[in-house]
């Protein structure tokens, strides 16, 4: 399958994909199916794999982007660029270069196999499902758009109801996707509802999932359904119910490493402004295209480096009002970003500072925004589901 020194290269690296139940005997055809998946992104020759038996008879098939291919396109795991370095691939049909959703599913494909962390699956159709997943997701954050009012919780009353201990629950017989969609694209509505970004970030999540079920497992997508008109999965139970975390504080992601789709946080390092309700950090849905997501201003995501900017000036929006309560004055952070945005030495002095690895919990020293992990929901293919749904 390769030669010798590709054998050596893939045992010894931990990123990319694997697939893991191949009998031994199949993994030349299954490495063989997915070359053939891949040539409709026109990725099938930038591939390498590898088949590493076990000892109960099967094999694990790892994949990831040739040595060449990956140096040219992922430098040191940089993600940011693909969109645009990835031009360069013309497909088979060119008007796909004109599709959105096609070039976001290759960007995936990509970033998954150059990724220095090893995503695991447990057949060709779970990879597949996780890919359309990130599609839904980040095409979904790209259309999301919220009022600004961090305190704030509405949602569309003709979805929505909200109890106490439940949270928002959908009203009965109304769909789940359309709910979502109602609550979080104004397009649906004309309309925008006020709700923290954290919280649309689970609305992002949970819509991804809940199409792909609609189109791949019905009948997941119906509990889903039942479970959402009884009660809300919401913050530490949505993480543990739908996410998986990846990266460490002990093991660093790469700051510029980011697959379309990730849910991540950026951290705010400055210990006073942190103390603003909203203002701790900013939970954001990775887009592609080096792009993230800004609710608040749908058509102005932010780079990596805006992003980082704008927290940066959270320090100088600070005050405190009448009741001596912290508030954060927005006009001042832009007209501050605006300013250091303009100024190619205090922008470099500012990124300098803030493009580093946040602190530890509790900590604020010389640590920037950056965190150390990021999130991705749990596989939810009809043969191979990993989602337990609680029972309230």
Not at 138 to 146: E, K, N, P, S
Not at 198 to 220: D, F, K, N
Not at 322 to 327: H, P, R, V
Request: proline share 5%; glycine share 6%.
């Amino acid at each position: 399958m390769n030669c010798s020194t590709t054998r050596l290269g893939l045992q010894t690296q931990e990123g990319g994909i694997e697939i893991t139940c191949a009998p031994v005997d199949q993994a030349d055809r299954l490495a063989a199916q997915l070359s053939a998946d891949l040539g409709e992104w026109g990725l099938q020759s930038v591939v390498q794999t590898l088949a590493v038996p076990h000892e109960d008879g099967r094999a694990a098939l790892i994949a990831c982007l040739q040595h060449e291919f990956q140096q040219d396109h992922m430098p040191g795991h940089n993600s940011l660029n693909l969109i645009r370095s990835l031009k360069d691939i013309d497909p088979t049909d060119h008007a796909k270069h004109t599709d959105e959703a096609w070039a976001l599913e290759r960007e995936i494909w990509v970033a998954l196999l150059g990724s220095p962390h090893r995503f695991v699956f447990h057949d060709l159709e779970a990879l597949k499902s996780h890919v359309r997943v990130r599609r839904n997701m980040a095409l979904a954050a790209r259309l999301t758009a919220l009022a600004f009012k961090t305190e704030a919780a509405e949602r569309p009353e003709a979805d929505w109801h909200y109890e106490e201990e439940p949270g928002f629950i959908l009203k009965p017989g109304r769909p789940l996707i359309n709910a979502l969609i109602a609550a979080t694209q104004p397009e649906a509505t004309g309309k925008l509802y006020d709700f923290s970004c954290y919280r649309a970030t689970e609305y992002v999540i949970l819509l991804g999932i809940a199409q792909e079920l609609q189109a791949h497992h019905p009948a997941l997508l119906a509990e889903l359904q039942q479970l959402n008109e009884r009660h809300a999965v919401r913050s530490g139970q949505f993480h543990e119910v739908f996410l998986i975390e990846y990266g460490s504080m002990e093991a660093p992601l790469p700051a510029r490493f980011y697959v379309p789709g990730d849910r991540l946080w950026f951290r705010n390092p400055d210990e006073r402004s942190a103390d603003v309700t909203g203002y701790e950090g900013s939970w954001v849905m990775y887009m592609g295209g080096g792009l993230f997501s800004n609710f608040w201003k749908r058509d102005a995501p932010f780079t990596l480096e805006s992003k980082a900017i704008e927290i940066f000036h959270w320090k100088d929006g600070v005050y405190s009002d009448a009741q001596g309560e912290l508030q954060m004055d927005e006009t001042v952070v832009e007209h501050l970003v605006a300013q250091t945005q303009a100024d190619p030495e205090a922008r470099a002095r500012v990124l300098e500072r803030m493009l580093r690895m946040r602190d530890p919990k509790g900590v604020y020293a010389e640590g920037g925004c950056i965190d150390t992990t990021r999130e991705y929901p749990k596989n939810v293919s009809r043969e191979h589901c990993d989602l337990v749904l609680p029972r309230f």
